[in-house]
């Protein structure tokens, strides 16, 4: 039996009830409540389906707005979206946009629950930033960002925060102001440490790259230190008939004599400077990686969590599952290279 609910009587024009005791038309279909159909005594479609052949259908459901065509006229009194003319929610922040309905809002009237307090009651204030026993700041996970908000195609924030795991609260509001179009913030973490950092948030090909270039460099600064700047140095010294020692004394007389022969040979010179060339190309490493830094984990992320959903959605695996296994940061990697670079920097004293 057909389920006539909601549909409406064709000849009282109120809809059916599940209760309703309704009888169907038996040459075109159409239902009738009992009473309605005994005080016509006939379909009143005889004339307009049983001649013809046809058969009653209910009416088709009223064709929803299409909300692209809509004039954006509702400006959003939080982010300042312009959202479509008969839109209730903000398409950006989920602000409500008529003002209702507030009963899903988390405010103090909609916290009331059976174990609420009882009248009179006085709730202990909250304490303040700088007071002793307070919170010295707010803890929130998600930076102010809403889970639900699209950072990307098909990706929210919430499914990056799975991804990034550690200080999301620093992150997610980074990529959301980069999404706005906005200037990069520059990341002191990335610039410190730059392989190493691209490695701690598992973006192993950057991070691979990033950290070999920086051991070149700096295996290239210690050949040419140890290997032509020294020996150089020594040789002018010795030229000049002066003692190695004043070397550790750059505001000496003795010193000043070596300068001026290096000033009076530039190509000495040249060569004794080198080293510093390559610290200066570690530099300008390190202040890339951390200018680009937020923005190349923010597209690490985005590529990440899109591939997850698509392996998730062939294979059947769990997605949170496989952004928890995806996702975080790999402390191994730091602790070995801490390790490896302690070891570095120490290499000049073996030699």
């Known amino acids: 039996m057909l389920d006539y609910t909601g549909v409406k009587c064709p000849v009282?024009?109120?809809?059916?009830?599940?209760?309703?005791?309704?009888?169907?038309?038996?040459?075109?279909?159409?239902?009738?409540?009992?009473?309605?159909?005994q005080k016509v005594g006939?379909?009143?479609?005889?004339?307009?389906?049983?001649?013809?052949?046809?058969?009653?259908?209910?009416?088709?459901?009223?064709?929803?707005?299409?909300?692209t065509a809509e004039i954006k006229d509702q400006e959003c009194p939080v982010?300042?979206?312009?959202?479509?003319?008969?839109?209730?929610?903000?398409?950006?922040?989920?602000?409500s946009l008529t003002g209702q309905p507030q009963t899903y809002r988390n405010s103090p009237e909609n916290r009331k629950t059976e174990n609420s307090p009882p009248p009179g009651y006085q709730v202990p204030p909250i304490p303040q930033p700088g007071v002793f026993g307070g919170v010295p700041f707010p803890v929130?996970?998600?930076?102010?960002?809403?889970?639900?908000?699209?950072?990307?195609?098909?990706?929210?924030?919430?499914?990056?925060?799975?991804?990034?795991?550690?200080?999301?609260?620093?992150?997610?509001?980074?990529?959301?102001?980069?999404?706005?179009?906005?200037?990069?913030?520059?990341?002191?973490?990335?610039?410190?440490?730059?392989?190493?950092?691209?490695?701690y948030r598992k973006q192993y090909k950057s991070g691979i790259l990033t950290t070999?270039?920086?051991?070149?460099?700096?295996?290239?600064?210690?050949?040419?230190?140890?290997?032509?700047?020294?020996?150089i140095l020594l040789g002018v010294v010795n030229d000049l008939g002066l003692e190695p020692q004043i070397l550790l004394n750059p505001a000496s007389q003795e010193f000043s004599l070596v300068a001026n022969h290096l000033v009076q040979n530039p190509s000495l010179y040249?060569?004794?400077?080198?080293?510093?060339v390559f610290l200066l190309c570690?530099?300008?490493?390190?202040?890339?990686?951390?200018?680009?830094?937020?923005?190349?984990?923010?597209?690490?992320?985005?590529?990440t969590v899109s591939k997850i959903k698509e392996t998730a959605s062939h294979s059947g695996e769990a997605e949170g599952a496989i952004l928890d296994e995806k996702g975080?940061?790999?402390?191994?990697?730091?602790?070995c290279l801490f390790v490896c670079y302690v070891i570095i920097i120490n290499i000049p004293l073996f030699l």
């Open 12 to 37: 009282c024009g109120v809809p059916f009830r599940p209760e309703d005791d309704i009888v169907v038309c038996p040459d075109c279909g159409a239902p009738y409540h009992r009473a309605c159909y």
């Open 42 to 67: 006939n379909c009143i479609f005889e004339e307009e389906l049983h001649k013809q052949g046809k058969a009653w259908a209910p009416p088709a459901p009223p064709k929803a707005p299409d909300p």
């Open 79 to 95: 982010c300042g979206l312009l959202n479509g003319h008969s839109a209730l929610f903000c398409n950006r922040c989920g602000t």
């Open 140 to 199: 929130d996970p998600m930076g102010g960002v809403s889970p639900t908000e699209f950072l990307g195609p098909n990706v929210t924030f919430g499914d990056v925060s799975k991804l990034v795991k550690q200080n999301t609260a620093y992150y997610l509001p980074v990529f959301r102001y980069i999404k706005q179009g906005r200037k990069n913030k520059f990341n002191f973490c990335a610039f410190l440490f730059s392989g190493a950092w691209l490695l």
């Open 212 to 231: 070999a270039l920086m051991f070149a460099l700096y295996v290239a600064y210690l050949c040419c230190t140890l290997f032509v700047s020294n020996p």
């Open 270 to 276: 040249f060569q004794i400077a080198m080293p510093m």
């Open 282 to 303: 570690m530099l300008v490493v390190m202040i890339i990686v951390g200018i680009r830094g937020n923005k190349m984990y923010m597209n690490h992320c985005l590529t």
């Open 328 to 335: 975080g940061v790999n402390v191994a990697v730091a602790i």
